[in-house]
């Protein structure tokens, strides 16, 4: 910085020594040539020198003034670089802008919108009147693509297209200069919708000069719902733009077919007359098989995928129009498959090639495998039988032909050619009875000499056989089982039709066929009986008194036990699963040797039975008395105690402590429904335990003692973090309400006056809880009421309600939802139950006082009425009405909202409730009927 014009005021006498008679060094008399002393002084943002004629101020400039410099020197593409670095909170030294960054931005935004339309008018008039056109273009080329790329920044698309664009249709030039420049932003994705004026003119103007290329280039990027459909559609069409008439019929209106269609109708005359084919026509058989195989793949043509929802459906849509036997307009001499034959006649080895790249993505689509069996047909019919195609057309495709057609093989690979061959039978029964093109007679031959084959075909493949059944037999299934006569091929059979499957369900005749199914069950008792259970538990189609005779004929004990439970027939299932037990017990305490493989296995299979019976037992405790309880888990002690009895032997010493684990595991399930007490008691008059030292019995009552303490202290610790956890949110609440409303100004929003300039009269403010602050007149004109009552009448806040599109809500839908209910139900209860504690119990008044805090914490709004007098201008305030409006109701759904999940006064009733009935180890005396959870706030701890 030059400060020459200043002469600063430095090189006092101090430092030349003449003040001391030169007693300074000669290196601080040298200093003090330059030295300033108190000539540089800072003071609220300036800098303040000193000069020898007079005093200087600098400072710096605000952010507006910066970019007014800008525009005063013309500097427009400088002055919006500027204004975006504001934008983007990248400027260093700014002055004058803070706040919250949103509204930074938004002041910025609207400074750069005044700067673009003064660069626009800049432009207009700055615009050479006379001289060479290239000159305008290049004028407004430096200016057009500025303004589209602010306004793309700011996504003011608003602006760009209805205030620049409307300013720059008044010079010709400058409008075609704008339509030229949105291509590369159409293409680069940046831009993707136009309005329809904008896209009127565009085609216009590309069509008018010529540049259909990027007319099309443009189209396939736009958003179709900004597109004149049948406009554009003429366009294309006339200027064969069939990349965007593709685009167009696709996006716009999912229509994949009608395109095929136009091109076929131009390509296929003068293949069907001999005639060759120009460049033109070349290129459009070229767009259709690359529009075929994107079509196919799951790919949009010429850019992006197809709706996932639309896939299959294309698909299917497409190799319809392929088979068609006859074209929409066709004549008595066109020939069938008339598409098929065009594309082959067109360029056999790239169809040929389409076809076998699709065909590799579809094995395992079932729908899609049948139309490449029925397109395989067509192409045999075509291509052997028709003397068009000679030996030389399929010896050249050979290799691709192969790749289609995936049932032929090898001839030296005879197995592979068994395989394929036995499975096309199965498509090719299902392609004639199913595809259009045979006649009845044709199909019905095959119906009878597939059932004449049933057991052959089962045999084959018992899946694919179950599919025909499904597709084309479902009345004769009976039948098919009668035919089969051997039971291991009517059980394949039945597995695919009625087990779990991947393919089509069975029909309802089929899942409603008890005895169907029953027999089924029969055969699966003979033949896989390791899938039984599973299959009782996932069907509910037989009789249960028949399953059960079946599964008592093939002694299958658990699937017993399960139909035994399902009927409700809890003594008999238990029963069945004791006797299971008693046989693992047997097993277990016979002779083995310690250690051995099958120990371990009779180890497990013991534990597994022990399992079953205990999970049976939790289940149908629930709903038993307590002496039908005991009638389960008394018998089952008794069995595991009674098994020690037999333990002999070296290794009795090892099986013994075995079997008092698991005897121990029983004890604890069992001492969820049974009193400790009766468990004792019955422990001690068994043989086993009633004779003999209390050592012996010792280690089972300490573990169900441990059990008794350890549940006992975490009942008392969860109570107490419960207990902590109210408490803390009502000492929350309560300091949520020591907090007084603030208005943000002290004007009223309406007629923006403040409210203490009247002295001589009284006024009424009212303020909500959002901060806004009002006249009660002024909201009196504006009609803010919520209720038509004057004397009850309810408001809301006028600036909230506007900035929501709605000038307020009915009261009567405040009234019907929850928040209104509680605010009138917290006022109520400030009216009666909070003036009279006393005459309330502990938790009622808990409830009451929680209520009012909560409506309190939310309150809406706050009236208060100001009162001025002369001599001393006191203001008194008072609170009245409290209502809900569309904020505060959020916030108390919000605040409802996180302190929901399992109501924790609930949670303890409930355990309060089941500990008075049999809680766990719990002793009786413990939990009599008059037990109860008591629950008070932990004392306050003063910091």
Known sequence: MDLEQVQLVYNSRHFKSLATGGNVSQALALVGEKACYQSVSSYAGQIIYLGTKSAHMMTLRSWRERIDFLLKQDSFVEALSLAWSFHESTAKAVVGLCGDPAKRKGVVGDKMVEILLQFTEHALKKCPEQGKIQVMEQHFHDVVPVLVDYCLLLQRLDLLFNQLYCRLLENVVAKGVFLEVLESYIVADRLGHLTTPIMRDLLAHYHGNGMMDSLERCIVHLDVTSLDIQQVVNVCWDNK???????????????????????FSVISCPLREGRSLTDEEVIMGNKVLVYISCCLAGRAYPRGDIPEDLVTQVKNQVFDFLIRLHSADSTEEEDVFPFIRTLLHFDTREFLNVLAMTFEDFKNDKQALEYQQRIVDILLQVMVDNPDFTPQHLFVNRNLFDQVLEFLCSPVDDSRHTERQQEEIFSFIHNLLSMPGYSAEEKQAVRHKALLHVKEL??????????????????????ILSMLQEAQLQFNLLRCLLGPRDGPCPAPGLTQDLALHELFLELMCRFAPEQLLDFLQSSQQYRLEEAIQITDKYHHNEA??????????????FNILLEMLKEKLGVLTGDWTEGSPEEESARKQLEQALNTVTEFCHRSSVG?????????????????????????????KHCSEVLKELTMKVLNSMSTFISLPAIIQRILQDPVYGKGKLAEIQGLILGMLDTFNYEQTLLETTTSLLNHDLHWSLAHLHSTVKRGLHPRQDSCIICLQQYKRKQDSSEEIIVFSCGHLYHLQCLQQKDCGLEQNPQNRQWSCYKCSSSQGGRSVPLSQLKRGRT???????????????????????????????????????????????VHHDADSERKKFFVEATLDHHQEQSWDQLRTMYRGPSRLSILSELSHSSSEKS???????TGADFQLKLSPPPLVEE
């Not at 017993?560 to 299932?573: T, W």
Request: aromatic fraction near 10%; proline fraction near 3%.
């Open 820 to 866: 209104a209910s509680l605010a009138q139900a917290s006022v109520d209860c400030n009216e009666t139950s909070l003036a009279n504690p006393k005459r309330l119990s502990g938790y009622t008044y808990v409830g009451l006082c929680v209520m009012h805090l909560f409506n309190v914490c939310i309150f809406p709004q706050t009236r208060v009425t100001s």
């Open 624 to 652: 038993l008395n307590q002496q039908q309880t005991e009638g389960l888990w008394f018998p089952l002690l008794e069995a595991m105690m009674a098994s020690q009895k037999n333990v002999t032997g070296a290794r009795g």
């Open 560 to 573: 017993s036990a399960y139909l035994l439970e399902k009927k409700g027939d809890v003594h008999g299932a």
């Open 920 to 926: 766990g180890l719990l002793l009786q005396a413990q």
């Open 458 to 479: 089962v045999c084959v493949d018992a899946q694919k056989s179950s599919d025909l059944v499904l597709f084309h037999f479902s009345d004769q299934v009976e039948s």
């Open 241 to 263: 733009l069939y990349d965007a008439m593709m685009y167009v019929f696709n996006s716009g209106m999912n229509d994949y077919i009608t395109p095929l269609e136009k091109l």
